[in-house]
């Protein structure tokens, strides 16, 4: 599993914070967020956000044509008093709340039996929704396709209705693709290819899904695209439509128009994406960003009927996802991006092939100079040449054997002093020092660092030196900025300030991370330091500030005395979509 925490899902509210979208995010007396009242607020990272599926609030007339009409309700029952840890049908044991809304909630959780990650949506029994819950949910389940998200168990028990899913912590949401910016051509007909085939087979059997948004498609890390909340996200909301397949079409349509031009085809701004200028209307993808793909640009028009829109050759719309899947196939492959490479560095020419000291030669553009050949001095042939000849003989003679005999000499003491060192070794007059194995120190306290005076998750900093990497201090979740929302009070960032009890070598530190993202760096106090409080008091280095993966580990080739090693974290990790953001540290050893 790839995350794992004790509590359910919290925001910064819990622990005095309040961020700047505080006014689009209330807290509720269960530490949970409360639902909003567009799409783009209430899609989580589970896919169960609600909404119209076009993110344009609910309820606009000119978002909604006619002879499509949906509707959504909001019970008043109130989601399951239920918190992490708790298990259900002894089985599913509940990890951590990602969305508590209109009376349901939603859950990432492990499956005991399996050993593995599930999603659970979670509702009263007495729920009005809970049937159609179960009925969507079932049927989902027999469907088996691949390309959608499985629901794994949808069981009614203890006045509990719950859904159990598929969790993929290896994939990644189309939302954040899309932050990143606009896909290239051949991404973005993989995508509307993927999209329209999957929501044929499942409309053939009478199967549809109401709420295909950004945070309801995910991408392996082979290229696949796989849908979640089919038919149980919009039972989980009470959303209908009279025509099924023309929303769904137009939903993949608006999916391919963000893929092309990173813009949301609607006035109003959606899952972190900006709309369309109010009063042009609804422009082609081409006439929004240049090169884009002339064919996908008319295919996105085609699908978004909904708006009246058309293609410039004046093809027919595409009211289902089965005449949307046609119409890609007829369409030439778009094929990826040729890879680049490197030209190699032009040819350079030896010193040798270039003549006298590398130095080309010189001369009338297009003829060949001919380089002078150095000429040997002449042989010595008089008498006086014969005597210096054999002198120089005499003489290499000489030192060649006054070399050899200084060689012998030098190997001689050297064994004779071998010897004398191997017996007093073997007497034990000398010892070499055994080489130092590494521990690890014991810690008697822990602390949340607080720089500027207000600390973080004070009372479950103990979670991470409890020798159970499956527990972790967590941060509450921050909007808008991975520097904790940006806030005053957060300026220095936070973390966890280890004591070692008295002062001792330091050789390094292995220290694991609740989440890969956040930026740390970790610093040890000086050797005099007594409580240091300030990120001055930590005036030794252990590793640099940098982004971490799911472990810091560091060894020191020489030690740092310290009785206080700090774990600074300057900026938390996105969570259940780009603009949310939470971190945490679940284990910490410190090496001696």
Known sequence: MAERSTTAVEVAGD????????????????????????????????????????????????????????????????????????KLARRYRLEECLTRLDGFSSWRAVDEKLRRAVGVHLLPA????ARSVLAAARSSALLGDPR?????????????????????????????????????????????????????????EGLAHLKLTPGSVLRSSTGQYRIRGLA???????????????????????????????????????????????????????????????????????????EGATASRQEPPC????????????????????????APPDYQRTTYQQGSYGRPASGPVGRAVPQ???????????????????????LLIAALGLASWQVADHLLNRTASDETSQSQLTEGEQEKPAPRTPKNLKISGTSVFAPDGSGVKAETVGLATDGDTGTAWITPEYAGYPNYGNLPNRKGGSGI????????????VDVAMYRAGQKVQVLAAGEDASSPAGLSDFSQRIT?????????????????????????????????????????????????
């Open 15 to 86: 622990s005095g914070d309040t961020p700047p979208t505080a006014q689009a995010e209330k807290a509720t007396t269960d530490g949970v967020a409360k639902a909003q009242t567009t799409d783009d607020e209430t899609d989580t990272a589970d896919g169960t956000g609600g909404g119209t599926g076009t993110g344009k609030p609910a309820g606009s007339a000119k978002d909604k044509p006619d002879g499509d009409k949906r509707q959504e309700s909001r019970p008043t029952v109130a989601p399951p008093e239920l918190h992490s840890g708790h």
């Open 126 to 129: 007495d729920h009005p929704r």
């Open 148 to 204: 959608f998200v499985q629901v794994l168990d949808a069981v009614e028990e203890n006045d509990l209705v719950y859904v159990v899913h598929e969790w993929l912590p290896d994939a990644t949401e189309l939302t954040a693709i899309l932050a990143a910016g606009p896909m290239d051509a051949h991404d973005a007909y993989q995508l509307v290819s993927q999209l329209s085939q999957a929501m044929a087979a499942a409309h053939r």
């Open 232 to 306: 149980v996200n919009a039972a989980l909301r009470g959303i209908s439509a009279d025509r099924p397949q023309r929303t769904d079409t137009e939903a993949i349509g608006a999916l391919l128009y963000a893929a092309l031009t990173h813009r949301w085809p609607y006035e109003t701004d959606a899952y972190g994406l900006a709309g369309l200028p109010k009063g042009v209307g609804l422009l082609a993808p081409d006439q929004v960003r240049a090169g884009v793909h002339r064919g996908l640009s008319e295919l996105a028009m085609r699908a978004l009927v909904n």
């Open 319 to 342: 009211t289902t996802p089965d005449e949307l899947a046609r119409a890609v196939a007829e369409m030439p492959r778009v094929r990826p991006p040729e890879p680049t490479f490197t």
């Open 372 to 394: 002078p050949v150095p000429v040997p001095p002449p042989p010595l042939q008089s008498r006086t040449g014969k005597a210096l000849k054999w002198t120089v003989s005499a």
């Open 497 to 508: 300030v280890v004591d070692l009890g008295d002062v001792q070598d330091v050789y390094g």
């Open 544 to 592: 640099e500030l940098g982004q971490t993966g799911s472990n810091v580990k560091a060894t020191l080739d020489k030690p740092v005395r310290t009785r206080y090693v700090l774990i600074h974290i300057t900026e938390l990790a996105p969570d259940v979509s780009a603009n949310k953001f939470r971190g945490g540290i679940s284990e910490i050893k410190v090496i001696g």
